[in-house]
């Protein structure tokens, strides 16, 4: 009975949040956000055991102190550091990438970006510049061999599957060797050792202007790189390279008009018309015309939508519950909205993008990330759509309104169901802590039956979270 007297308190007294959609929601982990006085914004964006990940350069997340990286729990809204956290060494540290990937049994986040080391409470790990796994709990070196003053950055992870069922990670950045492994920039990881993906004698990229592998996909269940860089194992490859399991090759004409020219985003998303590998970057060509994002086909590129200038940082496509459409994060874009949609091969602004830089004179976005019925926009702004949004965006689609206690949304309230679903999430779900025992009043699972904190964690899940 008593479950039944809470829930009906909470569904007489608690009145429901709305939600404007489909559009940029306020609060979550955008407000407050992330901070920094030295140089402020967010790229990668990752999920990993139930919560979200967000690195980038900043040195506070909410209230909590943490350099590059920090966990945010939507059950409770609130967000942690990772034990110690990061080391910068100097000012200019950063986090460019996360990916998942298991090693010995247990699933790991990595990191990678460009810092001195990571900390286990306050202990500094071994190894781990630039680089580091996460399991939750502590931190572990991926057995790079790099230290603090050799000045390493990874740019990209990757889990790449092997025919044989393996899993590699696959990094990419601006190296001259990673552990065993002698090829500039890119090298694969199996759990235990770096090696080379060209063989012993693959000597990486190479071109005229500090060259670096800023991206990675999978397309055709082949492996393609792109950066800036203009041969890949002496193979002339400007921008993109691809991996044909016997070799690097160039896939098709793309090319560079700058010496500066990169590519900084692939992704690969099916228009209705067939998958196509797009490719986001900074002074790239087709055909001899400029272009902001590039698609290919398998066998020929083609210029998506029109140029906007500046660097498109970012790809992802997304159903805001109109259809799937490819996203697109700019930087120093000429119309200054920095976050469009494709439709109709041309691109638009969203909700008139983002404004007011956190640090710098001028806003950017830096990653795109997916996470349940979202779309996460992380970069260097103040405002999404007007919305406060301190270097992270939510933007949430159109469909049923979610209401406090029409738990599972089907538009009945407080019936039998809901409360079925009630239970499925807060009582037979994952605790929080891990380890913890789940009781169904105890939201937040941190001990204290029923309080403020409660109901902040259950109005946090059900009403500014998605819809179940």
């Given amino acids: ?55 980038g350069a900043f040195n506070t997340a909410g209230t909590v102190t943490t350099n590059v990286v920090a966990s945010y729990n939507p059950a409770n809204n609130s967000w942690s550091a990772l034990s110690g956290g990061v080391n910068l060494g100097n000012t200019n540290g950063f986090g460019a990438a996360l990916a998942t990937y298991t090693i010995a049994g247990t699933p790991r986040l990595i990191l990678g ?36 003053a050799t000045g390493r ?50 000597t990486g990229i190479a071109g005229p202007f500090s060259p670096v592998v800023f991206c990675s996909a999978i397309f055709n269940n082949q492996l393609f790189i792109g950066g800036r860089f203009s041969t890949v194992n002496g193979i002339a490859a400007p921008l993109i390279a691809r991996w044909t399991g016997t070799a690097w090759a160039r896939p098709g004409s793309l090319s560079a008009s700058t010496s ?7 992704h690969v998303w099916n228009d209705g018309t ?17 272009t902001s994002v590039a698609a290919w086909t398998g066998s020929v590129w083609q210029r998506v939508g029109q140029n906007l200038g500046g660097r498109t940082t970012s790809l992802a496509n997304y159903n805001d519950g109109t259809g799937d459409r490819l996203y697109g994060g700019w930087t120093a874009d000429a119309q200054e909205r920095y976050l469009y949609r494709l439709q109709n091969n041309v691109w638009n602004a969203v909700d008139n993008g983002v404004s007011v830089a956190l640090t710098g004179n001028f806003p950017s976005i830096f990653g795109l990330k997916v996470v349940d019925d979202a779309l996460y926009v992380g970069g260097n702004f103040q405002l999404a759509n007007g919305i406060p949004s301190y270097g992270i965006a939510r933007y949430a689609p159109c469909g049923r309104v979610c209401n406090d206690v029409d738990f599972n949304n089907d538009g009945s309230l407080f019936d039998p169901d809901d409360v079925d ?48």
């Avoid at 092997?162 to 601006?174: D, E, K, M, Y």
């Avoid at 500066?260 to 692939?266: A, N, R, T």
């Avoid at 941190?446 to 109005?459: K, R």
């Fill in 1 to 55: 009975m008593l479950r039944f007297t809470i829930l009906a308190a909470l569904a007489f007294s608690t009145p429901a949040l709305a939600q404007s959609c489909p559009g940029f929601q306020p609060g979550g982990p955008a407000e407050p956000g992330i901070g920094d006085p030295f140089s402020a914004y967010v790229q990668p964006i990752a999920q990993f055991n139930n919560r979200l990940y967000f690195a």
């Fill in 421 to 468: 679903a009630f239970f499925s999430v807060f009582s037979e779900g994952p605790c929080i802590p891990a380890g913890s025992i789940c009781d169904p009043i105890d939201f937040n699972n941190d001990g204290s039956l029923f309080d403020p904190l409660d109901i902040d964690s259950f109005l946090s899940v059900f009403s500014e979270g998605p819809c179940l």
């Fill in 274 to 290: 067939g998958a196509k590998l797009y490719a986001g970057g900074y002074d790239m060509s087709v055909g001899g015309q400029s």
């Fill in 113 to 148: 970006g460009s810092f001195a080391n990571v900390r286990n409470g306050a202990t500094a790990v071994p190894d781990t510049t630039a680089l580091a796994a996460w399991d939750g709990t502590s931190w572990s070196s991926l057995a790079t061999g790099w230290t603090p």
């Fill in 153 to 202: 950055s990874v740019w990209t992870l990757l889990a790449w599957p092997q025919t044989n069922g393996t899993v590699r990670l696959v990094a990419g950045g601006g190296w001259p060797n990673i552990g065993a492994a002698t090829a500039d920039g890119i090298a694969y990881f199996d759990g235990t050792t770096w090696t080379n993906i060209g063989g012993a004698n693959d």
């Fill in 260 to 266: 500066v020219s990169d590519i900084s985003s692939l």
